[in-house]
């Protein structure tokens, strides 16, 4: 791209007033400036901006974040989380260079301030209908109605449908595979969210669950032609059902490529553990709808890879389920049995969907 000199002298005025002219441009490093226009301007070399204001001269660097694969650069988020964060730091360090403003670059390649920024939020349309989990709560009461298995069909096919939409891209399937482990909203860091030695673990079980998934990730990140599109966080509170088994999906989260038992566990955990939380295992009309999602799912996908690379996902959406910060009300023996369920998944290379509860024991 190339960075034009009006767009940054635009933009510095409207830092600092129109009267300010911009003298010149030079990447930093470089020893002859331009008076011009950046030609092949890439983002990650900082640039030496010289500037009039009346009858002062200034000067200032503006620096960009290279555009590259890996490292969790990979989305321009990623970078904007860089820059965001070091405009809020760097004046809290001594001897630490100021930063004077943080900013974007627009479809036009005009720069545009957002230094004023103290919280983001998103504004989305509003979607009719009810979540899912209300579903769940019916079908632990009264069982299973046929729209009921219609809606697993439709969401199963779904996942199909999406899951379809590959990518070729190995540092993005390989940041998913950390994430699981060690991202703060996954398995890592809802663990370190876990009270001090609760009496429903033993002392180092948390560690040694920690381990299996390390060595699960170092057995998945070869995979990486199994990467697709994926929602991401695809639970009964992300589901909103309206006429019959029509759905729209809410709050996709931690990428939009990932891998496709993501998504599966995020749902099936579910039908698991709102049987568990009634009978400490899986059973009725839950039971059926588990087996449903499963077998609609392979059938329509064709993936039965997936058998062998779901285990630490199942992993993250059981310590979630059992953790005493997002379901403070159950008991002991309802989150001792769901650790026994992922543990036993952890230590199985094919999880067996037909026979749910030997993982139980
Ligand atoms: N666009 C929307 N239209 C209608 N209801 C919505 C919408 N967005 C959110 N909600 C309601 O707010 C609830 C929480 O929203 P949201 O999923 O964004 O929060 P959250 O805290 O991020 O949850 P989580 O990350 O656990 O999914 C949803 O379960 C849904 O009931
Ligand atoms: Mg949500």
């Not at 983002?43 to 009858?55: I, K, V, W």
């Not at 990623?78 to 965001?84: E, F, N, P, S």
């Amino acid at each position: 791209m190339d960075l034009k000199k009006e767009r940054v002298e635009d933009y510095l005025q409207s830092l600092y007033g129109e009267d300010l002219e911009l003298i010149s441009m030079r990447r930093m490093g470089e020893t002859i400036p331009t008076t011009g226009d950046v030609k092949g301007f890439g983002y990650g070399s900082p640039l030496l901006l010289e500037y009039r204001l009346g009858d002062d001269q200034g000067s200032a660097v503006l620096s960009t974040m290279r555009v590259q694969y890996g490292f969790g650069h990979d989305h321009f988020s990623d970078r904007a989380q860089v820059l965001i964060w070091q405009h809020s730091a760097f004046g809290n360090l001594p001897e630490h260079v100021r930063s004077l403003d943080v900013g974007y670059f627009n479809g036009e390649g005009r720069l545009v301030s957002c230094g004023e920024a103290q919280e983001y939020f998103l504004l989305m349309e509003r979607v009719e209908g009810s979540e899912y989990f209300f579903d769940l709560e019916r079908i632990k009461e009264e069982g299973v109605s046929d729209l009921d298995l219609k809606r697993v069909v439709a969401l199963s096919s779904y996942l199909a449908e999406i899951h379809k939409v590959k990518r070729d891209c190995p540092s993005l399937w390989q940041r998913k595979i950390r994430d699981i482990v060690g991202h703060g909203e996954c398995i890592m860091g809802i663990l370190d969210d876990y009270p001090e030695s609760p009496a429903f673990l033993d002392p180092d079980e948390l560690c040694e669950i920690e381990k299996r998934c390390v060595e699960w990730r170092w057995k998945l990140r070869g995979m990486t032609d199994r990467l697709c599109q994926v929602h991401g966080d695809f639970h009964p509170w992300n589901v909103m059902f309206g006429e019959g088994s029509k759905f729209t999906v809410l709050d996709r989260s931690r990428g939009e490529w990932g891998e496709a038992a993501d998504d599966i566990t995020a749902m099936t955990m579910n039908y698991i553990f709102y049987s568990v939380q009634k009978s400490r295992h899986l059973s009725g009309g839950l039971k059926d709808l588990f087996e449903l999602f499963f077998q609609n799912y392979l059938e329509k996908s064709g993936d039965e890879d997936l058998l062998k690379v779901i285990a630490p996902f199942f992993a993250f959406r059981a310590v979630v389920v059992a953790s005493p910060t997002w379901y403070p009300l159950l008991s002991d023996d309802v989150r001792r049995t769901l650790f026994n369920f992922l543990e036993n998944v952890l230590n199985d290379d094919e999880f067996d969907y037909m026979n749910l509860n030997n993982y139980m024991r």
